[in-house]
T-cell receptor, first 110, second 114 residues
Framework: GEDVEQSLFLSVREGDSSVINCTYTDSSSTYLYWYKQEPGAGLQLLTYIFSNMDMKQDQRLTVLLNKKDKHLSLRIADTQTGDSAIYFCAGHNYGQNFVFGPGTRLSVLP | NAGVTQTPKFQVLKTGQSMTLQCAQDMNHNSMYWYRQDPGMGLRLIYYSASEGTTDKGEVPNGYNVSRLNKREFSLRLESAAPSQTSVYFC?????????????FGNGTRLTVT
């Protein structure tokens, strides 16, 4: 089955860019998602990318997909303290269940 | 439009006690899911229901049962709680089993088994 890996922690200064990385083993995932989890809350969908795309931009968020290397990244521009949370990447293919990474805890320092 | 609603928010059980976690969604979604979240392990699927009237085991079903009561409601039951079931439980729903249907999550139930 699919395995999804992420680094567990990332610290950045307020105003800098954050880049959260994810690698996955199964190239058949047709959609790849980024979710955000704030303390005490559920997972909130941030953005997603179809596997035939290389990049998707949505305001401060940029998703890059390198299918050859099975690497997905989420860049947050001008990171704010409100961006402090755990970020999960997940893959999904029709007829199969979602597979989540372990999550990256982003800490934004003032 | 409340989305996915889970009750209770917190629960403490003694080993061997039973309880049912409730989940309801108001988005008319076909599929519903139960996950557990443990530190450093991401989310692991316990059970899911692709449509009303069907349920299937996920990655970690042992010690749990589910009921898809109707299209809106999907409950998770622990018959005899064990300390290993201390976790945060999330219910989720999605529209249909197609690629572009993201999961929508509830806010979770934090369960401690002593």
């Amino acid at each position: 089955g699919e395995d999804v890996e992420q680094s567990l922690f990332l610290s950045v200064r307020e105003g800098d860019s954050s880049v959260i990385n994810c690698t996955y083993t199964d190239s058949s995932s047709t959609y790849l998602y980024w979710y955000k989890q704030e303390p005490g809350a559920g997972l909130q969908l941030l953005t997603y990318i179809f596997s035939n795309m290389d990049m998707k931009q949505d305001q401060r968020l940029t998703v890059l997909l390198n299918k050859k290397d099975k690497h997905l990244s989420l860049r947050i521009a001008d990171t704010q303290t409100g961006d402090s949370a755990i970020y999960f990447c997940a893959g999904h293919n029709y007829g199969q269940n979602f597979v989540f990474g372990p999550g990256t805890r982003l800490s934004v320092l003032p | 439009n409340a989305g996915v609603t889970q009750t209770p928010k917190f629960q403490v059980l003694k080993t061997g006690q039973s309880m049912t976690l409730q989940c309801a969604q108001d988005m008319n979604h076909n599929s519903m899911y139960w996950y557990r979240q443990d530190p450093g392990m991401g989310l692991r699927l316990i059970y899911y229901s692709a449509s009303e009237g069907t349920t299937d085991k996920g990655e970690v079903p042992n010690g749990y049962n589910v009921s898809r009561l109707n299209k809106r409601e999907f409950s998770l039951r622990l018959e005899s709680a064990a300390p290993s079931q201390t976790s945060v439980y999330f219910c989720a729903s999605s529209e249909v089993e197609t690629n572009d249907s993201p999961l929508h999550f509830g806010n979770g139930t934090r369960l401690t088994v002593t």
